[in-house]
């Protein structure tokens, strides 16, 4: 390719083309091609980088020696949760999240934390001075000399002081700023994005060194750059929630090392963030009593319970097209379960709006949520409170059956640890919860089975 040539790249998968194109041919993606120059060929062919460089030879499984030494944990049992138990040594973990939601705030803590355990931890910021990182700081609290911090963005002086000082884990804050002077495009480019976190991946893997990288996130939600960033990290976390409010949920969507979608909540307050380990309680505070619409569900998030409130708001439109609004929940579900409702109960719900909210910001898409959005709507339909200290979960289908769900008796363990006295549940999980001291269980088949047993 002649000097000064450009290349066309995908920016949500990282596909190269030699023309710009409207669709990704590799991701099927419309109008993602941007035009970067084109990374210089290394001198002397493929052949002149083979040159001098031990050749690695394949291994059997038997031959390759585990570490014993256990996970480290970060101070924090919830990030400790999302993690999987701690973290890995030699791992690339990407954070992501809006502006402003606290990602840098909770990893300048999880350097606190492991700092005064005297784990040597390296804070590289391209975003921040170090006045800046320093005010900070000084909220979260007291800091140890273990913590040394960085302002750079030339990966290759930071790749240098990585191997000089040889920390037991690295803070990139963030990955959008840093760059390679050999690629010509502006740092944040797809190239840059891909080249950076490439060389990041080897220090980790090569130096066993336990890498953050801070990532940004587009208006969609996704974490800026080429969609093969997301592949190359060991661990993807998102940081979610309204930056207005109080509190934050973080979870896990890639976790080579544990479970994915585990979630850790957090409270951001004035000293920084602060762990909330009971979130059932916390997302079910200002529930009101006695009110029709409202429906306490259980959801699993990973392998925990989490209970959540439920509401709708059914009333009589004035337009000849009834308004639906679907708040941390699906709208086409939402439709979807009306329109089971007024096939199956002949409720005449296409002459009415409809809104259903979440309480406490989360977004679910649990299939096990179907029942408490049907009671939810009924309820409010009906003006009829649905019992206190009652729970509700199950799949609904097409026909109106209520289908088992997964993991039931954790769902209501946890409804009897927090003091409910009645769980309504499908049919087909009675097996497996069986009887419980305590809760009153209710298995219904079908959604008029369910209405019945809140009238």
């Known amino acids: 390719m002649k000097k000064g040539a450009t290349v066309f790249f995908c920016q949500n998968c990282g596909y190269e083309s030699a023309k710009w194109s409207g669709q990704c041919p590799a991701c099927r993606e419309w109008n993602t091609f941007a035009e970067e120059p084109s990374a210089p060929k290394a001198k002397g062919g493929a052949g002149a980088r083979r040159s001098g460089r031990e050749t690695k030879e394949p291994v059997t499984l038997g031959g390759i020696r585990t570490g014993q030494e256990g996970r480290i944990s970060t101070g924090m049992s919830e990030l400790d949760q999302v993690l999987g138990g701690g973290i890995v040594s030699g791992s690339l973990v990407l954070v992501g999240g809006d502006p402003g939601i606290g990602k840098s705030t909770l990893l300048l803590q999880v350097c606190r934390n492991l700092s005064q355990r005297m784990e040597s931890v390296l804070y590289i910021s391209g975003e921040e001075s170090l006045q800046q990182i320093k005010l900070r700081a000084v909220r979260i609290g007291e800091f140890s000399d273990a913590l040394t911090l960085l302002c750079e963005t030339n990966l290759a002086d930071i790749e240098s002081v990585v191997l000089k000082r040889r920390p037991q884990a690295v803070i990139i804050d963030s990955i959008q700023t840093m760059y390679q002077e050999e690629i010509s495009s502006a740092p944040g480019s797809v190239s840059q994005v891909r080249e950076a976190t490439g060389v990041l991946m080897r220090l980790a893997k090569e130096q066993n060194i336990t890498i953050f990288i801070v990532g940004h996130v587009t208006k969609e939600g996704t974490v800026a750059g080429p969609r093969v960033l997301e592949h190359m990290v060991d661990t993807v976390l998102y940081f979610e929630g309204d930056r207005h409010a109080s509190y934050r949920i973080l979870r896990s969507v890639k976790n080579r090392f544990g479970s994915t979608n585990e979630i850790g909540v957090f409270e951001m307050t004035d000293r920084g963030l602060r762990q909330v380990t009971n979130p059932s309680e916390y997302m079910l505070s200002g529930k009101p009593a006695g009110a029709s619409g409202s429906v306490v569900a259980c959801t699993m998030e990973g392998t925990r319970p989490m209970l959540l409130e439920v509401q709708a708001l059914v009333c009589r439109t004035s337009f000849g097209l009834p308004r639906r609004t679907a708040a941390g929940t699906d709208y086409n579900r939402l439709n979807l379960l009306m329109a089971v409702l007024e096939k199956r109960l002949n409720l005449p719900l296409s002459g009415y709006d409809a809104y259903v909210n979440i309480a406490g910001g989360v977004r679910l898409s649990e299939p096990a949520m ?37 993991m039931a008796k954790q769902r209501v363990a946890e409804a009897r640890r927090l003091g409910f006295m009645k769980v309504i549940l499908p049919a087909g999980c009675m097996e497996q919860v069986k009887a419980m001291e305590g809760i009153a269980l209710v298995g219904v088949a079908t959604v008029r089975d369910a209405m019945d047993s809140i009238s």
């Open 370 to 406: 179907d029942l408490a959005l049907v009671l939810a709507v009924i309820s409010s339909y009906k003006d009829i409170a649905v019992p206190e200290k009652t729970i509700v979960f199950g799949e609904v289908g097409l026909s109106g059956e209520v289908r088992a769900v997964s």
